[in-house]
T-cell receptor, first 114, second 111 residues
Framework: EADIYQTPRYLVIGTGKKITLECSQT?????MYWYQQDPGMELHLIHYSYGVNSTEKGDLSSESTVSRIRTEHFPLTLESARPSHTSQYLC?????????????FGPGTRLTVL | QKEVEQDPGPLSVPEGAIVSLNCTYS??????FMWYRQYSRKGPELLMYTYSSGNKEDGRFTAQVDKSSKYISLFIRDSQPSDSATYLC???????????FGTGTRLTVIP
């Protein structure tokens, strides 16, 4: 069973604050992802990582940044939150080996910026 | 044009009904097809996974892929209130990590 955790689950914060959304997985997966999900819209990939010290931007432009210092940890940071950043942020991971395996998702962080 | 099209619904059915959920896509290179189930306030959960064309069955769930029509389906037999969720289709090409998602179909099964 997939064990991938996100904290906080819900966050309401004022404009201009710096925030970090945490994502951790205990499966030893090399690949990790951050998606943004808005109501009625498809999930959009904003960042991904193939392993430690590897980070790439996804197909949706985002002002957030990520880091991957440890295999199990993939935090996302917004230096100065704005109302346009209000969204659901989903973290996912996937093992490296084999073609026939897919991404497992965490429960998500629902961010509201006032 | 979106890579993946999915009717957002909402779809309401009585308990015990057969549910059919569908997605169409435009990229003929997609080879891996997935269905995720997402309950309210939760992350997506992988439900079904299919490689290339054909059918796959798992309990009450059947996934079908018709690559010639660029059309995938998820059938739910004997639907239960616990099946009430949003169902997302997703797909990717061989060797790629990027998943392309549909917008999701919200399903409600009425007791």
């Amino acid at each position: 069973e997939a064990d991938i955790y996100q904290t906080p689950r819900y966050l309401v914060i004022g404009t201009g604050k710096k925030i970090t959304l945490e994502c951790s997985q205990t499966m030893g997966h090399d690949k990790m992802y951050w998606y943004q999900q808005d109501p009625g819209m498809e999930l959009h990939l904003i960042h991904y990582s193939y392993g430690v010290n590897s980070t790439e931007k996804g197909d949706l432009s985002s002002e957030s940044t990520v880091s991957r210092i440890r295999t199990e940890h993939f935090p996302l940071t917004l230096e100065s939150a704005r109302p346009s950043h209000t969204s659901q942020y989903l973290c996912a991971s996937k093992s490296h080996g084999g073609e026939h395996n897919e991404q497992f998702f965490g429960p998500g962080t629902r961010l509201t910026v006032l | 044009q979106k890579e993946v099209e999915q009717d957002p619904g909402p779809l309401s059915v009585p308990e015990g009904a057969i549910v059919s959920l569908n997605c169409t896509y435009s990229n003929s290179a997609f080879q891996y097809f997935m269905w995720y189930r997402q309950y309210s306030r939760k992350g997506p959960e992988l439900l079904m996974y299919t490689y290339s064309s054909g059918n796959k069955e798992d309990g009450r769930f059947t996934a079908q892929v018709d690559k010639s029509s660029k059309y995938i389906s998820l059938f739910i037999r004997d639907s239960q209130p616990s099946d009430s969720a949003t169902y997302l289709c997703a797909m990717r090409v061989t060797g790629a990590n990027n998943l392309f998602f549909g917008t999701g179909t919200r399903l409600t099964v009425i007791p």
